[in-house]
């Protein structure tokens, strides 16, 4: 059992946060100390707030180190990639170079940095710099452009003409009317 001696100010601070303060995590070490300062056994104040006895001990060794200003911090991990040191370079290369695949780009980072990353973390790094992945058609490679114009004169021309006089109907043509 820790013992811990709380002063009326410490009291009035905890019995104020446990409720006003903007962090759920905050309000729920408030709650913790404010039943330790009732008495309470640590197995009922864990039921009581809905922590573990390992988490207990650790609010209460925060309170002892640093009091409720310690409390009150919030320190949450945030990792942060290697790739961020080259950040704008990376971002000037990539605009003056786009790279046409994710495995494209990997190698130039690697080029560039001598970093190596996943095609997945590639992806999530350039997304982060706003540049997203394009979806680009194909263009026929057997196409014959004589052979196009030929159809166009002789086909769909005649057929686009007797659609605008009403003689002919055509599906999927917003622009154009005909009768069905």
Same mark, same amino acid.
């Given at each position: 059992?820790?013992? %811990?001696?709380? =002063?009326?100010?410490?009291?009035?601070?905890?019995?104020?946060?446990?409720?006003?303060?903007?962090?759920?995590?905050?309000?729920?070490? +408030?709650?913790?100390?404010?039943?330790?300062?009732?008495?309470?056994?640590?197995? *009922?104040?864990?039921?009581?707030?809905?922590?573990?006895?390992?988490?207990?001990?650790?609010?209460?060794? +925060?309170?002892?180190?640093?009091?409720?200003?310690?409390?009150? *911090?919030?320190?949450?991990?945030? !990792?942060?990639?290697?790739?961020?040191?080259?950040?704008?370079?990376?971002?000037?290369?990539?605009?003056?170079?786009? !790279?046409?695949?994710?495995?494209?780009?990997?190698?130039?980072?690697? *080029?560039?940095? &001598? %970093?190596?990353? =996943?095609? =997945?973390?590639?992806?999530?790094?350039?997304?982060?710099?706003? +540049?997203?992945?394009?979806?680009?058609?194909?263009?026929?490679?057997?196409?014959?452009?004589?052979?196009?114009?030929?159809?166009?004169?002789?086909?769909?021309?005649?057929?686009?003409?007797?659609?605008?006089?009403?003689?002919?109907?055509?599906?999927?043509? !917003?622009?154009?009317? &005909?009768?069905?």
């Amino acid at each position: 059992m820790i013992r %811990i001696e709380f =002063s009326e100010q410490d009291l009035k601070k905890i019995q104020q946060l446990r409720y006003a303060h903007p962090h759920p995590r905050v309000r729920r070490r +408030m709650e913790a100390l404010w039943l330790k300062s009732q008495g309470l056994a640590h197995r *009922e104040i864990c039921r009581l707030a809905g922590i573990s006895s390992n988490t207990l001990r650790q609010y209460l060794g +925060m309170f002892q180190s640093g009091g409720i200003k310690r409390l009150t *911090e919030l320190n949450f991990y945030a !990792p942060t990639s290697e790739l961020e040191q080259h950040r704008y370079r990376l971002e000037v290369h990539f605009r003056k170079h786009p !790279p046409a695949t994710i495995n494209e780009a990997a190698t130039m980072i690697e *080029e560039l940095t &001598g %970093i190596k990353r =996943s095609p =997945s973390a590639v992806g999530r790094f350039l997304n982060s710099l706003g +540049m997203a992945p394009r979806r680009v058609g194909t263009i026929p490679s057997k196409a014959d452009p004589e052979e196009q114009e030929h159809f166009r004169i002789n086909k769909l021309e005649p057929r686009l003409e007797e659609a605008r006089q009403g003689k002919r109907a055509i599906f999927g043509s !917003p622009g154009i009317q &005909g009768k069905r």
